[in-house]
C-alpha cells in the first residue's frame, strides 16, 4: 500500500511539472521572458506559486527546463540519443545523410523556435549563460554530423569543418525556422525543402533536387507579408 502511494505521489509531481513547464513554454512563447511572472505561470498551470519555486527555484531555472523539454519533445529523447541521429551519422550517401539530419533538427527547432528571441535578448545574466550553454550543446551536435561528412570526403572542396558547422548552425537555427515560418510565412514543408537544397548546395557542393519540385509560398501568404 506504502509503495502505491508513494507512486501515486511521483505521478503527481510529474503531472504537476509538465503542467509547470507547459504554462511557462506558452507564456514565455507569447509574452517573453522578461514579462511573464512566476504567479502568471502558477495561474496558468493552476499551481500555487510556492510550488512553483519549489520545483524550479528561480524563473531562469524554469527557462532552462522549458528549454530542456522543447529539445526532448513529446518522446523525451535527447537528441544525441535518437536513432535519426544515429542513422545521419552512419549513412553512407552523404545528400541522404543531410537529410536525415535535417529531418531530426528541423522539429526541434520547430519546438525551439518561439523561444528564440526569448533566449537571445535576455540582458539577465543567468540566462545569458543558459543560452550559451545550450548553443554549445547544439554546436556540438552539429559539428558530430558535419565530421561524418568530412570523414565521408564529401565537404565542398576548401569548406573547412568550422566553417561547414557554422553553416548548419546558423542555417538549421530556430530563430532562422521562426523567421522564415512564423514572420515570413513559409510552409514548414517548404522551408524543410528549401533548406535541404540550400545546405547540400553549400555544404556538399551539389543539388538535391531541381528547384522547380519544391512546393511554392502561394500568393496571398506572400501579399500578406507585403
Not at 513554454?25 to 507569447?30: G, W
Not at 525543402?193 to 501568404?221: E, F, M, Q, V, Y
Request: proline share 6%; hydrophobic share 45%; aromatic share 6%.
Amino acid at each position: 500500500m506504502a509503495a502505491v502511494k508513494g507512486s501515486d505521489r511521483r505521478e503527481r509531481a510529474i503531472a504537476t511539472r509538465q503542467r509547470i513547464l507547459t504554462a511557462a513554454y506558452d507564456l514565455f512563447a507569447m509574452h517573453g521572458y522578461a514579462t511573464t511572472t512566476m504567479p502568471e505561470v502558477a495561474e496558468a498551470a493552476g499551481v500555487a506559486v510556492q510550488t512553483v519555486y519549489l520545483v524550479f527555484r528561480t524563473k531562469a531555472a524554469l527557462l532552462e527546463q522549458v528549454y530542456a523539454a522543447a529539445v526532448l519533445g513529446p518522446d523525451q529523447v535527447r537528441p544525441v540519443d535518437a536513432e535519426w541521429f544515429g542513422r545521419a551519422t552512419s549513412e553512407a550517401d552523404p545528400a541522404r545523410s543531410l537529410s536525415l539530419m535535417l529531418d531530426g533538427v528541423l522539429p526541434i527547432a520547430a519546438r525551439l523556435a518561439p523561444l528564440a528571441a526569448t533566449m537571445e535578448t535576455i540582458g539577465d545574466e543567468e540566462v545569458r549563460a543558459v543560452h550559451a550553454e545550450k548553443e554549445a550543446l547544439r554546436r556540438a551536435l552539429h559539428r558530430r554530423h558535419i565530421e561524418h561528412l568530412h570523414q565521408l570526403g564529401a565537404l565542398s572542396p576548401g569548406l573547412t569543418v568550422d566553417q561547414a558547422t557554422d553553416l548548419l548552425l546558423g542555417l538549421a537555427s530556430p530563430a532562422l525556422y521562426q523567421q522564415m515560418v512564423t514572420v515570413y510565412g513559409w510552409p514548414p514543408q517548404s522551408w524543410s525543402a528549401h533548406l535541404n537544397d540550400l545546405l547540400t548546395c553549400s555544404l556538399l557542393g551539389t543539388s538535391a533536387r531541381p528547384i522547380t519540385s519544391i512546393a511554392p509560398i502561394a500568393p496571398a501568404d506572400a501579399a500578406s507579408r507585403l
